[in-house]
């Protein structure tokens, strides 16, 4: 087991949200895992095929971030995609629809579980190779800024966040659109989602510097280290990044310090991670912290939770029987989509 | 005789080379501890230590173009591309380094490299994990291409990709890793420049390489027992191409099918077409046919994804139909 790294503290107590604000990020959590957790059983039992990735442990990155962002922002993904396609607001039964293969999925059952579109909620994808996200929420921050000041209009301040892994930072495209990203003052969030491991590479075997958040310095951008299994550090975090994005500032780098419950996909054997390792983490577990601390501050009560649960339950469930009875595509439609319709 | 699965005999190929030449080495991505993504290298670093089966970050053009510079300066580098498709960010430095820079150079250097790993269509794994990358890079001048296809010549090509001293691109595919087959005890080679006779027969060609083989295969038993005597010849050489091979089918059948994996346009048939027209025009008694992926990003979809590419049975119908054709 490898050093852990002192986690960033954060005060809690400092952050005071609203009852409200405290409900609408628990019961994105919920639904980050319980969705995820119906993903791993209907693998195993046939429904969807190929590298599916869970998100299992890492929720509280999704949620404190999308959710601190208005539905007219950006959000790029990865390979490990669903929950922050359900963050940014695409319906559970058309994220589970598409892990069916099936045309009421969100890629129309074309992009399968790495490849999860939705331009209605301006996501932007879903990229099954590491690191070509990142272009591509520099282009859609560009736009943003290329619609206020080229074209002039002033409410153009959408705000681009991109998600990526601590192996991605190893790669070229990260350091390049840093560069761009300052270069330009981009409105753009980099949401590194350390979770120590890329497949079965230690992130101290893959890097020289293993504090990403410093990396962001070297460019002129602020980097912030972030304890990615607590929902309200990730949220105040995010807020001063969206912040300074939409205020014309530029972008924000946040590593948040996180770990995945399950493999790396539900193909991984997950030999490499020590039980140890596993356990440290686990008792960690962003949700079950969250929820006492919404009881501890009497943010909300048990039975109100409770029916959260429920109620998140019930959709999952929903998504699953809708995803069973929705249509395959069509053969005929075999060739569709690959160039623009009138 | 040992029966061995065709990734353990991609091990046993690396493992017997890095034994035999110390120059040889391995990179890619969790090559190293993790064993490789298809148990390629399982436990070769503890043999001969973590440099020479070297876990790279992801970083693909970067290592790959690292790669060239230890290949020119004397080792053999092994590059893993944990699924092929990954090669893509990589192609400047194969294209313009492994593949061109003997030529610029004027025969300064020379790149003893493979480029290996797992490509094609496998199951439901998404347009970018299904690519077919030979088909892309055949264009690149100084680059060879190989697809095996079964353990036996699996091991045997390897060994002779990581003695040659030219780049090669190695494919292999992602549904075949797990066929068996009993492999000699005693060490061989298969050349990479020979297409391999898999059936013989008089009626038509059937070209074919990696996993399409054992479609072709499939469908010769039904045309075997519809009275048909197909010779089935596996590239194996993507580039060069084995025009010895094929010219010597031809002039026996004198009608050719290819089934290929790789998509229609610009694909592989589509080369060995224009150049079969080519060289043997006369020869032939029909226009030679191609089968081939459809020319969309692979869809995700399981039955849309079987619609892509090229079934058993479309081959029986072709054979068919080109030999009802009257001369
Ligand atoms: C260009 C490219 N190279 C390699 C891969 C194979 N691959 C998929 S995920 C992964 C590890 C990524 O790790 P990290 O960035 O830490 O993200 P995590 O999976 O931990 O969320 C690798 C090597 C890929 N998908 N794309
Ligand atoms: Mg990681």
Excluded at chain 1, 72 to 95: F, I, K, Q
Excluded at chain 1, 147 to 153: C, E
Aim: net charge negative; charged share 25%.
């Amino acid at each position: 087991m490898v050093q852990e790294r002192t986690l960033p503290m954060f005060q809690a107590a400092s952050a005071q949200i609203s009852a409200e604000e405290g409900l609408r990020l628990f019961e994105d959590m919920v639904l980050g895992r319980y969705f995820e957790d119906r993903c791993a059983e209907m693998y195993y039992r046939g429904k969807m095929f190929g590298f599916v990735h869970l998100y299992n442990g890492q929720e509280a990155v999704s949620s404190g971030v999308i959710k601190s962002l208005r539905p007219d922002d950006y959000v790029c993904s990865t390979y490990r995609d669903h929950v922050h396609a359900l963050s940014a607001g695409v319906p559970a039964r058309n994220v589970m629809a598409e892990l069916f293969g099936k045309e009421t999925g969100c890629s129309r059952g074309r992009g399968g579980s790495m490849h999860l579109f939705s331009s209605e909620h301006n996501f932007l994808g879903g990229f099954a190779f590491i690191g070509e996200g990142i272009p591509v929420a520099l282009g859609a921050a560009f736009q943003s800024k290329y619609r206020r000041d080229a074209l002039g209009q002033n409410d153009a301040d959408q705000v681009a966040a991109c998600f990526f892994g601590d192996g991605t930072t190893n790669n070229g495209q990260f350091f390049e659109c840093l560069n761009m990203a300052a270069l330009w003052k981009l409105p753009i969030i980099f949401v590194v989602e350390n979770n120590k491991w890329a497949i079965g590479m230690a992130h101290e075997r893959s890097t020289s510097q293993p504090e990403i958040y410093r990396k962001a310095g070297v460019f002129g951008i602020p980097g912030v280290e972030v304890d990615g299994m607590d929902v309200l550090a990730v949220h105040a975090a995010a807020q001063t990044a969206i912040a300074r994005a939409r205020a014309g500032e530029g972008p924000t780098l946040i590593e948040c310090l996180t770990y995945r419950f399950r493999g790396h996909s539900l193909a991984d054997p997950d030999e490499m991670r020590s039980k140890e390792e596993k356990q440290a983490w686990q008792a960690r577990d962003p949700l079950s912290k969250f929820e006492a601390y919404l009881l501890e501050q009497k943010l909300a009560g048990e039975p109100e939770l409770k029916a959260i649960k429920q109620k998140i339950q019930d959709t999952v469930d929903e998504a699953v029987k809708f995803a069973e009875e929705s249509p395959d595509p069509s053969p005929d439609e075999l060739h569709r989509y690959v160039f623009a319709e009138e | 005789m040992a029966e061995t699965f065709l990734f353990n005999a991609l091990r046993e190929a690396i493992d017997e080379e890095m034994g035999r030449d110390e120059t040889v080495f391995v990179l890619g991505e969790d090559v190293g501890h993790y064993g490789g993504s298809y148990k390629v290298t399982k436990d070769l670093y503890q043999k001969y230590g973590e440099l020479r089966v070297l876990d790279t970050p992801i970083a693909e053009n970067s290592f790959t173009g690292m790669a060239i510079g230890a290949a020119m300066t004397g080792l053999r580098p092994i590059i893993e591309g944990m699924n092929m498709g990954f090669l893509l960010l990589a192609f400047n430095q194969i294209a313009n380094n492994a593949g061109m820079l003997r030529y610029t150079s004027g025969g300064n250097y020379k790149i003893p490299m493979v480029i290996r790993g797992p490509g094609g269509v496998g199951r439901q794994l998404g347009a970018e994990h299904s690519q077919r990358l030979e088909a892309y890079f055949q264009a690149v001048p100084g680059l060879k291409i190989v697809a095996c296809s079964t353990p036996y010549n699996a091991k045997g090509l390897l060994k002779s990709a990581i003695r040659d001293d030219n780049p090669v691109l190695f494919f292999e595919h992602v549904l075949l890793y797990n066929l068996k087959e009993d492999l000699p005890n005693h060490e061989y080679l298969v050349p990479i420049d020979r297409a391999e006779i898999v059936r013989s027969g008089k009626d038509v060609t059937l070209l074919t390489y990696s996993r399409m083989r054992h479609h072709v295969m499939q469908a010769v038993k039904t045309l075997e027992k519809d009275g048909f005597d197909p010779e089935v010849i596996d590239l194996i050489s993507l580039k060069p191409i084995d025009f010895e091979t094929i010219g010597a089918s031809i002039q026996k059948t004198h009608r050719v099918i290819v089934v290929e994996e790789c998509m229609r346009t610009a694909g592989i048939a589509a080369e060995i077409i224009a150049s079969i027209n080519d060289r043997c025009f006369d020869e032939l008694d029909a226009p030679v046919l191609r089968l081939s992926s459809q020319d969309i990003p692979t869809p995700y979809n399981g039955k849309l994804e079987s619609f892509t590419i090229v079934q058993p049975k479309q081959i029986v119908e072709a054979v068919k139909k080109m030999m009802a054709l009257q001369v």
